[in-house]
Antibody
Framework: EVRLVQSGAEVKKSGESLKISCQTS????????IGWVRQKPGQGLEWMGI????????RYSPSFRGQVSISVDTTINSVYLQWASLKTSDSGTYYC?????????????WGQGTVVTVSS | QPILTQSPSASASLGASVTLTCTLN???????VDWYQHRPSEGPHFLVR????????SKAEGLPDRFSVLGSGLIRYLTINNIRTEDEGDYYC??????????????FGGGTKVTVL
């Protein structure tokens, strides 16, 4: 069974750094894409980017390129989303999502979400 | 890039039916569309993928038969029959911008908030 378990809620100040995680299990970690999705309070879902753990091929949404970094640790089957310097506008809930391993696969399994709160 | 337009809200009485719409912009009329359910305090859940003909290309394991889909031109429909309180939440449609090596991102519609009266 595919499972994605995300790290807990974070409360940070503007300018601080942050790295949140998505620990995966139940499938061949190296060969499946994992994406990140943001939901700001009261708003809809926004695609941030996706990574292929086998070679760390990463595709960022143009809106998020340069704003965040996506990485993997293959030793513990985990994917990360990282900020070097948070802004208050980064507050929201962040979800990791597993992409079904077919061409153009849907996002068939999701994490429970990590709430990030950034104050000024 | 694809644009998916959804009505902000929809409601139905317990046991009734509600139909959600997702309208694609014309350049993407041949796109598959995925439907996701997002209940409060949970991660989103994939429900079903609809192909351009309105047929189910794939669906979540255990998806109740109460959920059905159709497609017509630029519109993809998700109908919830015999609606239950657990069906309350936000529903998003989505499709890819680009494919394979030219994949850019997943594009989501604005979401429809479904309320059971």
């Amino acid at each position: 069974e595919v499972r994605l378990v995300q790290s807990g809620a974070e409360v940070k100040k503007s300018g601080e750094s942050l790295k949140i995680s998505c620990q995966t299990s139940g499938y061949p970690f190296y060969r499946h894409w994992i994406g990140w999705v943001r939901q700001k309070p009261g708003q809809g879902l926004e695609w941030m980017g996706i990574i292929y753990p086998d070679d760390s091929d990463t595709r960022y949404s143009p809106s998020f390129r340069g704003q965040v970094s996506i990485s993997v640790d293959t030793t513990i089957n985990s994917v990360y989303l990282q900020w070097a310097s948070l802004k208050t506008s980064d507050s929201g809930t962040y979800y990791c999502a597993h992409r079904r391993p077919v061409a153009g696969g849907n996002l068939d399994h999701w994490g429970q979400g990590t709430v990030v709160t950034v104050s000024s | 890039q694809p644009i998916l337009t959804q009505s902000p809200s929809a409601s139905a009485s317990l046991g009734a039916s509600v139909t959600l719409t997702c309208t694609l912009n014309s350049d993407f009329s041949s796109s598959n569309v995925d439907w996701y359910q997002h209940r409060p305090s949970e991660g989103p859940h994939f429900l079903v993928r609809v192909d351009p003909s309105g047929n189910v290309e794939s669906k979540a394991e255990g998806l109740p038969d109460r959920f059905s889909v159709l497609g017509s031109g630029l519109i993809r429909y998700l109908t919830i029959n015999n609606i239950r309180t657990e069906d309350e939440g936000d529903y998003y449609c989505a499709t890819d911008e680009g494919s394979g090596d030219t994949f850019v991102k997943v594009v989501f519609g604005g979401g429809t908030k479904v309320t059971v009266l």
